[in-house]
């Protein structure tokens, strides 16, 4: 059972480049996210899905597209990367967002 | 105000102690509240889960609510080097909103062995 699977995990990109995170999960769970997690701020969730073909904004939504074609896929799309937009990304599922979540192992995003 | 505060510690104790990790929060509406803990350069796992307020146990780990006091905790009895992480708090007025969980910004803890 793989659970929560991103690609890439390091990536250094330039001012201004686009680029997307990938996010697969295997456990049938409706519930997606993407979250960024920086130093002293915790984790911010960007967007969220509640299945597929649904998507809404998070609390950090700026500079980033999401879409939900299926239930396995959840990609994040940064449009022209900024250096505000190092961090770490995490993907995370769930069945019922009451329960939890099963995070992905992360992606580090670099951006100079 | 953020909704949910944590202290980012570290907090560094011996193996064998009792390590109290704690978080507070303003929203008197949350109902579910959860500790992950996280490895480093690694995402978060869900250690405890717990509806309301009261205590849950699991092994060596105790999750307590007092709503009251807005104040939940995550006890671990024998800490082990293997313990050493950063545990977060997370926290939620309502199930099936999935936009409305509230992460505290995680306490670094070292066991020395």
């Known amino acids: 059972n793989a659970g929560v699977t991103q690609t890439p995990k390091f990536q250094v990109l330039k001012t201004g480049q686009s680029m997307t995170l990938q996010c697969a999960q295997d456990m049938n769970h409706e519930y997606m996210s993407w979250y960024r997690q920086d130093p002293g701020m915790g984790l911010r969730l960007i967007h969220y899905?509640?299945?597929?073909?649904?998507?809404d904004q998070g609390e950090v939504p700026n500079g980033y597209n999401v879409s939900r074609s299926t239930t396995e896929d959840f990609p994040l799309r940064l449009l022209s990367a900024a250096p505000s937009q190092t961090s770490v990304y995490f993907c995370?599922?769930?069945?019922?967002?009451?329960?939890?979540?099963?995070f992905g192992s992360g992606t580090r995003l670099t951006v100079v | 105000q953020k909704e949910v505060e944590q202290d980012p510690g570290p907090l560094s104790v011996p193996e064998g102690a009792i390590v109290s990790l704690n978080c507070t929060y303003s929203n008197s509406a949350f109902q579910y509240f959860m500790w992950y803990r996280q490895y480093s350069r690694k995402g978060p796992e869900l250690l405890m889960y717990t509806y309301s307020s009261g205590n849950k146990e699991d092994g060596r780990f105790t999750a307590q609510v007092d709503k009251s006091s807005k104040y939940i905790s995550l006890f671990i009895r024998d800490s082990q080097p293997s313990d050493s992480a950063t545990y977060l708090c997370?926290?939620?007025?309502?199930?099936?909103?999935?936009?409305?969980?509230?992460f505290g910004s995680g306490t670094k803890l070292n066991v020395k062995p």
């Open positions: 997370a926290m939620s007025g309502a199930p099936y909103n999935f936009n409305k969980f509230y």
């Open positions: 995370a599922s769930s069945q019922d967002s009451a329960y939890g979540y099963t």
């Open positions: 899905s509640v299945g597929a073909g649904i998507t």
